[in-house]
């Protein structure tokens, strides 16, 4: 068998384990700075925003406003649960868990009473509370139950 790097070169077997060994080296190099560009610094982080503490008057305002809603007998075709629904998710922008979505027992006119004072407690809420704040979710929860009194 003819091999020339170990008959008539034996430099050169020295010389091709340093060459590859460069190689490797280069490569692995190479590598390390593709993983460096790959990391980038996270964007600026926005400026947080200012979180109600839980006893805050908009705080209690949702509360009560669930609170009413829980306690409405009828469905309003399912108005009222997704007013429900919206009003959990702008009560956690505050740090406050709400859950249900239970009936009470009352007749249609102690129901729509029900609906009536939950919208003006959310209405009064939504004066206090900034966007960021569940402010979009309170209003989506006041057309909820707009669209709730307006079914017969």
Known sequence: MFCPMKSNF???????????????ISLG???????????????AAK????????????AGLLRQAYGLLSLADHDYQGHRV??????????QHLGVILR???KGHEVQAASDA???????????????LK???????VKLAIAQLTAALAVR
């Open 82 to 91: 997704r007013a429900m629904k919206q009003i959990e998710v702008a009560a």
């Open 114 to 128: 029900q609906l009536r004072n939950a919208e003006a407690l959310l209405v009064q809420a939504s004066g206090g």
């Open 47 to 58: 400026a947080p925003v200012e979180i109600i503490p839980n006893d805050s008057p908009e």
């Open 10 to 24: 034996p430099f050169l077997g020295l010389r091709a384990a340093a060459c590859m060994a460069a190689a490797f």
């Open 100 to 102: 249900g979505d239970g």
């Open 131 to 137: 966007p960021g704040q569940g402010l979009a979710h």
């Open 29 to 43: 190099l190479a590598g390390e700075a593709k993983a460096q560009k790959a990391i980038r610094p996270a964007p």
